[in-house]
């Protein structure tokens, strides 16, 4: 592991009794690493992906896999060039009531899915916060943080390639001033759509048996 806080190196290395290092660097130099998960603030993303795959590692990326186009074309042709493979870590795709809704749908017995809805209130931005997760630029905000989510299990549940996006934001306390909420409308080539809403404003969680549900004819 790597970390600028001695504290937290000290902990890693009592948990798990393996190397530390004070620096990205360090790690990515070490023989005795295959590969590296990134779990570093967005805005550190491509760079760290980039210098991990220098080093001939392999990367597994938190989400959002960057803070632009730019840098995720450059993530990839780094990773290519250095012949290793490059993960970004969507999760909720792999959750157990989503794969069982996919399974549901290849198995044909509850007919074409034409809509999905996926929505989900927190109290996101007022939980506590570094500076830079209240910095859009930085990648700060619930688009950068929460919107890969709910696009992870939607594509999941919707198969297809998604050919259009429509969405608003809203971003409502100048004392936080980042997006603090959105919704969407996801289009899929075969002409189902998706539905996306998220608020980091409710001062509850509505995390109550799961954030999506599937409508079907």
Same mark, same amino acid.
């Given at each position: 592991?790597?970390? &600028?806080? !001695?504290?937290?190196? %000290?902990?890693? /290395?009592?948990?798990?009794? @393996?190397?530390? =290092?004070?620096? +990205?660097?360090?790690?990515?130099?070490?023989?005795?690493?295959?590969?590296?998960?990134?779990?570093?603030?967005?805005?550190?993303?491509?760079?760290?992906?980039?210098?991990?795959?220098?080093?001939?590692?392999?990367?597994?990326?938190?989400? &959002?896999? !960057?803070?632009?186009? %730019?840098?995720? /074309?450059?993530?990839?042709? @780094?990773?290519? =060039?250095?012949? +290793?493979?490059?993960?970004?870590?969507?999760?909720?795709?792999?959750?157990?009531?989503?794969?069982?809704?996919?399974?549901?749908?290849?198995?044909?017995?509850?007919?074409?899915?034409?809509?999905?809805?996926?929505?989900?209130?927190?109290?996101?931005?007022?939980?506590?916060?570094?500076?830079?997760?209240?910095?859009?630029? @930085?990648?700060?905000?619930?688009?950068?943080?929460?919107?890969?989510?709910?696009?992870?299990?939607?594509?999941?549940?919707?198969?297809?390639?998604?050919?259009?996006?429509?969405?608003?934001?809203?971003?409502?306390?100048?004392?936080?001033?980042?997006?603090?909420?959105?919704?969407?409308?996801?289009?899929?080539?075969?002409?189902?759509?998706?539905?996306?809403?998220?608020?980091?404003?409710?001062?509850?969680?509505?995390?109550?048996?799961?954030?999506?549900?599937?409508?079907?004819?």
């Amino acid at each position: 592991a790597a970390d &600028p806080r !001695a504290a937290a190196r %000290a902990q890693f /290395a009592s948990a798990f009794g @393996a190397p530390v =290092h004070d620096d +990205v660097e360090a790690l990515c130099a070490d023989p005795g690493v295959d590969a590296i998960y990134i779990a570093t603030p967005h805005q550190f993303h491509a760079a760290h992906a980039i210098l991990a795959a220098q080093h001939g590692k392999h990367v597994l990326v938190e989400k &959002p896999m !960057a803070i632009s186009i %730019a840098e995720c /074309a450059a993530m990839i042709a @780094a990773t290519e =060039h250095a012949g +290793v493979q490059l993960v970004v870590g969507h999760s909720h795709s792999f959750d157990a009531p989503v794969r069982r809704a996919r399974a549901l749908i290849d198995a044909g017995a509850i007919g074409r899915v034409r809509m999905i809805n996926a929505q989900y209130y927190t109290d996101f931005l007022y939980r506590f916060r570094r500076p830079e997760e209240l910095d859009t630029a @930085a990648g700060g905000g619930v688009v950068w943080s929460q919107a890969a989510h709910q696009v992870d299990i939607v594509r999941l549940l919707g198969s297809g390639r998604v050919q259009r996006v429509r969405a608003l934001t809203g971003a409502w306390d100048a004392a936080r001033a980042t997006e603090g909420a959105y919704a969407a409308l996801l289009t899929f080539d075969d002409g189902a759509f998706a539905s996306l809403l998220y608020s980091g404003y409710a001062h509850f969680d509505s995390d109550v048996g799961g954030q999506s549900w599937t409508n079907y004819p």
